[in-house]
């Protein structure tokens, strides 16, 4: 079975700093790997996604992550962050091609310090 | 405007008492899917459905039950809740095919209580 580890329970940065926000991946066959976010009280909203193609892939918000097989990560990243990026950050990967079954890490809190 | 409606946002219920959590999408998305959300555990799939009458487990099924009759709709319905089922629930959808497959837009959540 496919998984994905988010290895920080929490990360912060200072308003202005680069971020990233780490996760690995354990897949067979080729990766489907997703990033999301969950603002307070909110439900989680689609950032970006790792299906083929460039290893660099750009989203939402500014943020970008960087594919690396031979790591097997897909790290969230953006150059310069801001207050309002301070929420909960998911990793996903779907469980296989052919199936639309998905596996979330466990989140990792993301605090931007003024 | 697109989105994912679940109701009720916020159910406090006892051991046993059936009980359904409606979802329902306005972009005729194929695909749906519900989650749970437990702090440490992140987010566990319970169902999926790929298509009307067509749908799957997920990690964690037990307890826990799906129909999928109508393309806009995906009950969930706990047939005799435990307090083990005391989460956060949140239902998603997407495309199949093309370029949006697997981008899940969510809805709200529901925050269940089972004293």
């Known amino acids: 079975a496919q998984s994905v580890a988010q290895p920080e329970d929490q990360v912060n940065v200072a308003e202005g700093n680069p971020l990233t926000v780490k996760c690995t991946y354990s897949?067979?066959?080729?990766?489907?790997l997703f990033w999301y976010v969950q603002y307070p009280n909110r439900g989680l909203q689609f950032l970006l996604k790792?299906?083929?193609?460039?290893?660099l892939v750009k989203g939402s918000y500014g943020f970008e992550a960087e594919f690396n097989k031979s790591q097997t990560s897909f790290h969230l990243k953006k150059p310069s962050a801001l207050v309002s990026d301070s929420a909960l950050y998911f990793c996903a990967v779907r469980d296989g091609e052919g199936t639309y079954k998905y596996i979330f890490g466990t989140g990792t809190r993301l605090k931007v310090l003024a | 405007e697109a989105q994912v409606t679940q109701n009720p946002r916020y159910l406090i219920t006892v051991t046993g008492k059936k009980l359904t959590v409606t979802c329902s999408q306005n972009?005729?998305?194929?695909?749906m899917s519900w989650y749970r959300q437990d702090p440490g555990l992140g987010l566990r799939q319970i169902y999926y459905s790929m298509n009307v009458e067509v749908t799957d487990k997920g990690d964690v099924p037990e307890g826990y039950k799906v129909s999928r009759k109508e393309k806009r709709n995906f009950p969930l319905i706990l047939e005799s809740p435990s307090p083990n089922q005391t989460s956060l629930y949140f239902c998603?959808?997407?495309?199949?095919?093309?370029?949006?497959?697997?981008?899940?837009?969510f809805g709200p959540g529901t925050r269940l209580t089972v004293l």
């Open positions: 897949v067979s066959g080729n990766p489907y």
């Open positions: 790792y299906i083929t193609g460039d290893n």
């Open positions: 998603a959808s997407s495309y199949r095919t093309g370029v949006s497959t697997d981008t899940q837009y």
């Open positions: 972009m005729n998305h194929e695909y």
